[in-house]
């Protein structure tokens, strides 16, 4: 079977079973970015070495030791389906993962993902060249949404009026609107405006890239870039606190909004977090009532 033909079934097979639409597209950008690394070699007949040689790779090139643990899970599945239809005999990335990843996991308690300052954040964003890049960072630190339901906005996403961007949605969302200050907006009008010369005329997309949509690959790098430049990212560092990935924007976020004294439950509908408590899914809060104590609290970059 052709490799095109083997992930497309992968996938398939994925959504077959009931995987969420981002999942599957996640599965499939991981499982290609690993028979990637393995250049012309079939995936069936690979060696222990070989994973654990990917395992360094990925590693080499900055993803963290969570991180790391998520890639080879989706291995996992991969090779299971491999498994299933007779294509392997065996699972290999059990012994591997055994050996390598089991310490990553318990390395990782107590750890937490870095937690930057403002000034460090308006540093980050001073470290980014072009306009695209500026708006999509600050974007990320002023609504603390994850990387995917960034990628996924939309032009018509946005009420201007508003200045609040309705989000897809997702499984582990539930408020969907997510709001953006006058720094924001300015820098989004600017980008809108570069966009006309890059975009063909029927891309949707609110970011995007050379070949249409921006994917989460080049968000991932982008930032990394500029994090390294800024000096708040070392690649060589083991412990999470000297990384600096996408998901330390939405732990600015909320921890920046918690400082400044936003209430408790605001912070949690803002981030779209699941409501746990009967009362709180009983508990609707008003959304003027959340747009002026967000515009209220959230911090000022001075970009």
């Known amino acids: 079977m052709a490799m095109e033909e083997l992930i497309k079934s992968f996938l398939q097979d994925c959504q077959d079973r009931g995987m969420s639409k981002e999942t599957v597209e996640t599965y499939g950008w991981d499982v290609q970015d690993y028979l990637k690394f393995l250049s012309e070699k079939d995936p069936c007949k690979i060696e222990r070495s070989d994973l654990k040689g990917y395992l360094d790779h990925l590693i080499a090139r900055g993803v ?21 239809e007779g294509l392997v005999q065996v699972n290999p990335i059990d012994p591997v993962r055994k050996r390598y990843l089991s310490c990553y996991k318990l390395d990782s308690h107590g750890h937490t993902h870095q937690i930057i300052s403002v000034e460090d954040a308006a540093r980050l964003v001073a470290a980014l060249i072009d306009i ?4 999509l960072v600050v974007l990320l630190f002023k609504t603390g949404v994850r990387r995917r339901e960034l990628i996924a906005m939309d032009l018509s996403d946005i009420n201007w009026k508003l200045q609040a961007i309705t ?18 907006a300015t820098l989004l009008r600017r980008w809108i405006q570069a966009r006309e010369m890059r975009a063909k005329s029927d891309e949707t997309a609110l970011f ?11 968000v991932h790098k ?43 439950e605001f912070i949690q509908e803002l981030r779209g977090d699941v409501r746990k408590d009967a009362i709180d899914i009983y508990d609707h809060i008003d959304k003027k009532e959340l747009r002026e104590s967000y515009l209220a609290h959230i911090p000022q970059l001075g970009v």
């Not at 695209?132 to 708006?135: F, G, M, N, V």
């Not at 412990?239 to 998901?247: C, I, P, Q």
């Open 64 to 84: 963290g030791k969570k991180t790391a643990v998520i890639y080879f899970a989706v291995l996992h599945t991969f090779y299971d389906y491999l498994l299933y």
């Open 222 to 264: 982008m930032i990394v870039k500029a994090a390294i430049r800024a000096g708040l990212h070392d690649p060589g560092a083991k412990d999470m606190e000297s990384h600096f990935s996408t998901h330390c924007t939405r732990h600015f976020f909320t921890t920046h909004l918690r400082r400044a004294g936003m209430p408790r």
């Open 167 to 184: 989000l897809k949605p997702t499984a582990k969302r539930t408020n969907r609107v997510v709001f953006f200050d006058d720094e924001a």
């Open 208 to 218: 995007i890239g050379p070949k249409g949509r921006l994917g989460r690959g080049g």
């Open 132 to 135: 695209r890049d500026k708006a």
